[in-house]
Structures are given as C-alpha cells and as structure tokens.
C-alpha cells in the first residue's frame, strides 16, 4: 500500500465519523512530513454551518498546528474532490498538494468541473493534484450512505401515508 492510500484510508475513517451523525461522508486529513496534523469530517448538518465542510475544518486546525495560515509542505487527503469554497481556501492556505479519492464531475473545483488549484485562472498559488487515490472504496462509502438515506426516506413516506389512511379511516 502507498503512502497516498494509507493516508487516504486515514481520510475515510474521518469519512465515518460524518456518516455516523447522519453527514455526507467526506473527510479529510492533513499531512505534513509523514504526519498527521488535522483531521475534519462533514459537520454542516451537526453544526448548522454550510461552510463546515471536511476540508475548511481540517484546513483550521492545520493552521493552529502549524501556527501559520501558510501551509507549505503539507499535503490535504480528502475523500471527494473539494468544492470550490473548499478549493479556494486550499488556494489561500498553499499546500504542496491534494489528493482525492473520488471525482466530482458536476461539482469539484480540482478539475472535474473546474480546477482552481491550477495556474489557469492565476491565482497566488498552484497545488499539485492527484484524484483517484483509492477512489472504488471512497465511492463506496458515498454510494452506501445515500442508498441508506433514501431507503429511509421512502420509508418515512411509506409511515406518513400509513398515518394519513388510519386517521382518514377514524
């Protein structure tokens, strides 16, 4: 296994711990000279906060880490290609690099939709990108938590319409 994989797995235990409170289960951790310094998970339900992404929560507690918003010779793994709220700040923050696990065609901005971490548009800095690093697993852990909450959504429609025929039938 790869260092990019062993980090990466590190990533969806992150990932987990988003699922387990009912989040989109994305992680993130972040690596400076082969260590682990920041760990984020999906808090935008739990904390009531759109931007509490993996991402922008594993980026502020890198920073404290490092005692610097500057964080240079650090490499960001996150399960899913960042959004463009969280590929801005990556700009800002200057990692050496991120790797993802699974692409976000409609959405990412590391060049499925868009790609802000290259030199095109010229922003103050460039990351190196790496997708895919274990991107089936990853895939996996999104496909099973949005299977799961639709089966619970049908079943909340199934409950409601159980309800509206036993109070129509009173």
Known sequence: MTEDEQFM???????EKAREADEVPCGCVVVKEGRVIAR?????ETLKDATAHAEMLALTAAEAAVGDWRLEGCTVYVTKE??????GALVHCRPDRVVFGIPD??????????????SNPPLN??????????GDACLEQ????????????????RRM??????????
Do not use: T
């Not at 960042?82 to 590929?87: V, W």
């Not at 800095?125 to 274990?134: I, M």
């Open 161 to 170: 319409r159980e309800e509206e025929q036993d109070a129509s039938a009173d």
């Open 82 to 87: 960042p959004c463009p709220m969280c590929a």
């Open 125 to 134: 800095h460039k990351c190196e990108v790496q997708g895919g690093v274990l």
């Open 105 to 118: 065609p409609k959405g990412g901005a590391c060049g499925g939709w868009i790609n802000l971490l290259d």
């Open 9 to 15: 797995l590190l990533a969806m235990r992150e990932a």
């Open 142 to 157: 999104f496909q099973a938590f949005f299977r799961a909450a639709r089966a619970a959504a049908k079943e909340r429609k």
């Open 40 to 44: 984020g998970w999906n808090q935008v």
